[in-house]
């Protein structure tokens, strides 16, 4: 293999073979936003539906097919792959390591990913219809009541989880062995330090929802009865067992996202991050706290009030950290030299609408106020302000910050602006409105409402149109920017940006740091 | 911690694959039972125990009345007619009382129920005991036969004096199809 080093192998055998970090992750961004593209026309079929009460266009079940895969595939396909891509990339290039220390793995946690998914997105031509009872499939509706397709489903859960714990144990293994020398774990960049929580949180919970869905496995085909009453089960279980999972899976999703604009919002403030070693610590607060938060999530199920009362104050205590955050983000900016440009704009409006979002959980977490927001639109419009302005709104930055460095040109600034502000407005007009009927009693999963959200309801789904149609307008800037951008050979694309990723050639060799770099 | 190899990285990820392989375990070795054990315990969903109470009390407490309630439902596909022949009782907390529930199967085929128990409030479960219920086994019944089904009880005389009604759910479920294969009686 001697001879290899200087470039990689030409063809298909390239991408299937590959065991290179750059390589992997540029597969996983394409892969996740594939399924961005998937999750978002099931989205856009869920608006049209709901554009006017009544039913419109399709039949409920598939209508609850379309939320389920939904919220399955934005999450497992879209969200989650994208920020692996991201640390596949980002991280032997941030400390200073030639790869990731398992290459060969990675190669593997990556392409069992793809049939995965197309095994999912098959049961959609089963007989009886995809998986129907929602992204949190609670018990008895995914096991008693569910459709031969609950067996595909369980199968691509094991599979997926069985690909995140390898991508997790591989940035672990990463971040703890190949650091170059004097690159301490006070010294990493904080998106590696997110990540590097966010890893671990991985490798425990994602053994949980395996042990989950084996369980309805044993009950669907096995006779068991753990979640089954008749048999001595209970359902309830489920929804332990599942939001043990479900929960740090939030923070799963979010703390990548707060370690990307803890990257940007520096380098557009030029100002070192105010408060570096609080976020290191509010990061690892967050981490443990969302393992006994729970049962925020089953305040309707009858558990005890002083259940009630600890699940709600431990709840709550997570917005102390997050404010951490948020405070430190804006002290960064503050009396910065700040200028405006797409990944910026992309932060700042993650910062925004990610605050409006933790205020919501705070409203959500107030135990008998949650008896009213439960089930409803309220929660919708909560979970997307920090799934989506959270989440995909930082990986929006974070590819207009990166891509430049990557395949060294420029994306169009006009476009990527237009891009935010269509993203930034479409997505309010979209979830907005979402709070109001929530809070009047608009239930969620339902394909069809009562007259008085009609207007609201329709504002929503022009909104998500909008909001939807923005995301073409990304990629044609990124396959622009990859056919036909302008040139960049300034190895430090942004001025005010810090990193060893900023010391390489730009665009980034195929090898980097094949020698370590001294770290100061 | 001992070496398990000598290329550190794979140390690492061999760690974690155990650390993986125990999450998977946590769930069925901790998780599963701790629940049952803690909702037995805490009489959390109004579980109730599905052992025969065998203590005694000490005397009768004649000075309160504890109004109990009877509550049937079907389970979804159930086609019993099942319910209480009293559904509601008077009793002194201490005292030994019974009732009986009626169960027909109307279908032509024999089948097998079993009753699931759930008692409101949930602070009351820890002061319901059940001498001798029906829920504690499988119910078998010829097609278009009928049966009584015994329930005896006593309500503790530790019951919070704030606790004035009892109520004492069943919910009936068709078992017939898993009745082969082991099934825990509640």
């Known amino acids: 293999m001697g001879d290899h080093h200087h470039g990689p192998a030409k063809g298909l055998s390239r991408w299937l073979f590959t065991t290179n970090h750059k390589d992997i992750g540029t597969m996983y961004l394409w892969f996740s936003f594939a399924m961005f593209i998937l999750g978002g026309t099931f989205a856009m079929i869920i608006r049209a539906e709901l554009f006017q009460p ?8 598939f209508f609850n097919q379309m939320t389920t895969l939904h919220g399955l595939v934005m999450v497992f396909g879209a969200i989650m792959p994208s920020f692996v891509g991201l640390a596949n990339w980002l991280i032997p290039m941030m400390i200073g390591a030639p790869d990731m220390a398992l290459p060969r793995m990675n190669n593997w946690s990556f392409w069992i990913l793809p049939p995965t998914f197309l095994l999912l ?26 459709g031969p397709s609950v067996t595909y489903f369980i199968f691509c859960i094991h599979v997926l989880g069985l690909s995140s714990i390898m991508g997790s144990i591989n940035i672990i293994a990463t971040v703890m062995n190949m650091r ?57 279980l489920f929804q332990h067992v599942f939001w043990f999972f479900g929960h740090p899976e939030v923070y799963i999703i979010i703390l990548p996202a707060f370690g990307v604009v803890s990257q940007i919002i520096p380098a557009f403030s030029r100002k070192p991050l105010f408060g570096y070693d609080s976020m290191v610590y509010a990061t690892a607060s967050i981490a443990f706290l969302s393992f006994i938060v729970w049962a925020h999530h089953m305040y309707t199920v009858g558990i005890p009030v002083a259940g009630e009362l600890f699940f709600m104050y431990a709840t709550m205590l997570i917005a102390v950290p997050t404010g951490v955050k948020v405070f430190n ?19 700042i409006g993650f910062l925004v609408l990610f605050t409006i979002g933790g205020f919501t959980g705070l409203m959500l977490s107030i135990a008998p106020a949650d008896f009213q927001y439960h089930d409803t639109y309220f929660v919708v419009a909560h979970f997307h302000y920090v799934m989506v302005a959270g989440a995909v709104f930082s990986m929006s930055a974070a590819i207009y910050f990166w891509l ?14 237009t891009h935010f502000w269509i993203s930034f407005i479409g997505f309010n007009v979209t979830f907005f409105p979402q709070h109001f009927v929530g809070l009047a009693g608009m239930p969620r999963r339902i394909p069809d409402y009562a007259l008085q959200f009609a207007d609201f309801n329709m504002i929503s789904s022009i909104g998500a149109f909008v909001y939807g149609l923005s995301q ?25 940006a810090e990193g060893l990723e900023w010391t390489i050639p730009t665009p980034a060799p195929y090898h980097t740091f094949e020698t370590p770099p001294a770290v100061r | 911690m001992r070496k398990l190899s000598n290329n550190p990285a794979i140390d690492t990820a061999t760690k974690l694959v155990v650390v993986a392989v125990m999450m998977f375990a946590f769930v069925f070795v901790v998780m599963v039972p701790l629940y049952n054990v803690l909702c037995d315990a805490l009489g959390i969903n109004g579980k109730t125990s599905g052992q025969a109470y065998t203590s005694v009390q000490a005397g009768v407490d004649e000075s309160r009345l504890v109004t109990v309630q009877f509550v049937a439902t079907n389970n ?52 319901f005991h059940k001498t001798e219920c029906f829920c504690f086994n499988q119910q078998p019944l010829e097609g278009g ?33 898993m009745a082969n294969g082991t099934v825990a009686a509640r």
């Open chain 1, 329 to 347: 983000w804006v002290t960064t900016m503050w009396r910065g030299s700040l200028s405006f440009e797409t990944p910026m704009l992309f932060s």
């Open chain 1, 54 to 61: 009544g039913l419109q266009l399709v039949e409920p079940a």
């Open chain 1, 404 to 417: 430049p460095k990557w395949c060294g040109r420029m994306y169009n600034e006009t476009m990527g602006k």
């Open chain 1, 180 to 236: 170059a020398p004097g690159m301490t774990y006070m010294k990493m960049p904080l998106f590696v330090w997110t990540w590097l929580i966010t890893a671990f949180l991985l490798v425990a919970v994602m053994p949980v929802l395996a042990g989950c869905v084996t369980m309805m496995l044993m009950d669907v085909h096995f006779g068991t009865s753990f979640f089954s009453a008749a048999g001595g089960g209970d359902p309830v």
């Open chain 1, 472 to 496: 073409i307008l990304f990629l044609y800037n990124v396959i622009a920017t990859i056919v036909a951008g302008k040139p960049v050979s300034d190895p430090k694309v942004w001025d005010g």
């Open chain 2, 145 to 177: 036969a009928e049966a009584e089904l015994p329930l005896q009880y006593i309500v503790d005389r530790d019951l919070p004096a704030d606790i004035k009604t009892i109520t004492l759910s069943y919910t009936i479920f068709d078992v017939t199809d």
């Open chain 1, 121 to 146: 997105a098959s049961t959609l031509f089963m007989e009886g219809g995809a998986p129907a009872a929602g992204w949190t499939f609670y018990a008895p509706l995914s096991t008693t009541y569910a």
């Open chain 2, 76 to 127: 979804q596909g159930m086609p019993w007619e099942f319910g209480p022949t009293t559904t509601v009782m008077q009793v002194h907390p201490g005292a030994v009382n019974e009732t009986v529930f009626l169960a027909s199967n109307p279908l032509p085929r024999a089948m097998i129920a079993q009753a699931i128990p759930s008692v409101s409030p949930s602070r009351a479960v820890a002061y």
